[in-house]
Nanobody
Framework: QVQLVESGGGLAQAGGSLRLSCAASGRTFSRYLMGWFRQAPGKEREFVAAITSNGGSIRYADSVKGRFTISRDNAKNAILLQMNSLKPEDTALYYC?????????????????WGQGTQVTVSS
């Protein structure tokens, strides 16, 4: 089992940057595929980015490709999401999630553990 706690959200201007962190508890963190999802008011929770257990493979949603960077540090039980060139449409509650499987998935239903989320608000 793993527990996840996000931090780093806040208010940014369009074109600005924020860095989100997700701290994980548990000795088995390094085996999980980790992802970031987001949910805007009135919308479904959507995939943002994910990274394999060893960090060797990464995927991004088309909407953030080239602007966001996901990374992980298994020694520190943490993953990061560097968000640059922020847009107002990036405004959402951002969640960290863990998938206990070796195969890729961008579906929220396939992630077993979730944090409580951190709010990101981008003003125009």
């Amino acid at each position: 089992q793993v527990q996840l706690v996000e931090s780093g959200g806040g208010l940014a201007q369009a074109g600005g940057s924020l860095r989100l962190s997700c701290a994980a508890s548990g000795r088995t963190f390094s085996r999980y595929l980790m992802g970031w999802f987001r949910q805007a008011p009135g919308k479904e929770r959507e995939f943002v980015a994910a990274i394999t257990s060893n960090g060797g493979s990464i995927r991004y949603a088309d909407s953030v490709k080239g602007r966001f960077t996901i990374s992980r540090d298994n020694a520190k039980n943490a993953i990061l999401l560097q968000m640059n060139s922020l847009k107002p449409e990036d405004t959402a509650l951002y969640y960290c999630a863990a998938r206990d499987a070796l195969t890729w998935s961008t579906l929220k239903e396939n992630y077993k553990y979730w944090g409580q989320g951190t709010q990101v608000t981008v003003s125009s």
